[in-house]
């Protein structure tokens, strides 16, 4: 009899440590989100990428307030204003040496359009595949996947035709992020693009909350939940046959909830026990 997780592709993050964030991470106090960041950092250099924003100002300040005394050797910022500059020597050399990346907040879309597919995406991609941490907040975590939620309505039933997404940069397979989850109402879009490809899980995530990927494996940190919506064993939707504007029917959908300590195999769809 064989086991439905092995015929799957493998879902997770080749090597290194993705820390991705819902938004609204404290930023004083205890800060376990940037405390997770920092102590993978092993107090070497962290890129602050603030290109997911219109206007950066403020951004980047407002991190080195919140990676003070958290063992972080140098903190630099990186802003992407037009495409060329992800290929100038100058953009690249903020890189060198980095053990981190931080995508700020803003629109996912800037980061794809300003960064995917240039050498600057392959210097990101070297940290991680070297054993490196990349970090993402709100659009900065939607951005990690292959295929990522750009736009939907939030607090109210999904319904089939009001959902945008787009390639992501494909740091994590096989999943799809929301973010600003419960504070947003965000389950019905989520529902409805795991319904669109029920082989990937959706994974929404609450505000001062983030999930640490490594390999197969995430852990959830910090104050609120997250949410884990499984759609492989959906027995009837009406997605492709329905109208755009008709609510969205899903049965037999599988949803787990997430609290801080608690972890999850993404390969084989279950959650972990609770660490002590």
């Not at 993978?40 to 603030?50: M, P, Q, S």
């Not at 924003?53 to 005394?69: A, I, T």
Request: proline share 3%.
């Amino acid at each position: 009899m064989s086991n439905k997780s092995h015929d799957r592709p493998d879902a997770g993050v080749s090597q290194g440590t993705l820390v991705i964030i819902g938004g609204h991470e404290a930023k004083g106090g205890e800060r376990p989100i940037l405390q997770e960041v920092a102590r993978r950092v092993r107090g070497g250099k962290l890129v602050v990428a603030t290109v997911a924003s219109h206007k950066p100002e403020g951004y980047f300040e407002s991190y080195q307030e919140g990676f003070k005394d958290l063992n972080v050797g140098e903190l630099v910022e990186l802003y992407v204003e037009e495409r060329a500059q992800a290929s100038l020597p100058e953009t690249l050399k903020l890189l060198e040496g980095a053990s981190g990346v931080f995508f700020s907040g803003g629109d996912q879309l800037r980061i794809t359009s300003q960064i995917g597919d240039t050498p600057v995406e392959s210097c990101i991609r070297e940290i991680l595949e070297k054993g490196g941490v990349i970090a993402g907040t709100s659009a900065g975590a939607s951005a990690m996947c292959e295929t990522m939620l750009v736009k939907g309505t939030s607090e109210e039933s999904h319904h089939i035709g009001d959902l945008r997404m787009a390639p992501g940069l494909g740091l994590i397979r096989d999943v799809i992020i929301d973010q600003h989850f419960a504070e947003r109402g965000r389950i019905g879009r989520l529902l409805g693009a795991v319904a669109q490809n029920p082989r990937v899980l959706g994974i929404g995530i609450d505000e001062d909350t983030a999930i640490v990927v490594e390999g197969e494996q995430l852990r959830v940190v910090g104050s609120g939940a997250v949410y884990v919506a499984d759609a492989s064993g959906v027995t009837s939707s009406n997605i492709a046959e329905a109208r755009r504007d008709a609510p969205l029917s899903l049965h037999d959908v599988k949803l787990h909830l997430l609290s801080a300590g608690n972890g999850f195999d993404l390969r084989a769809r279950r959650p972990l026990s609770a660490r002590s």
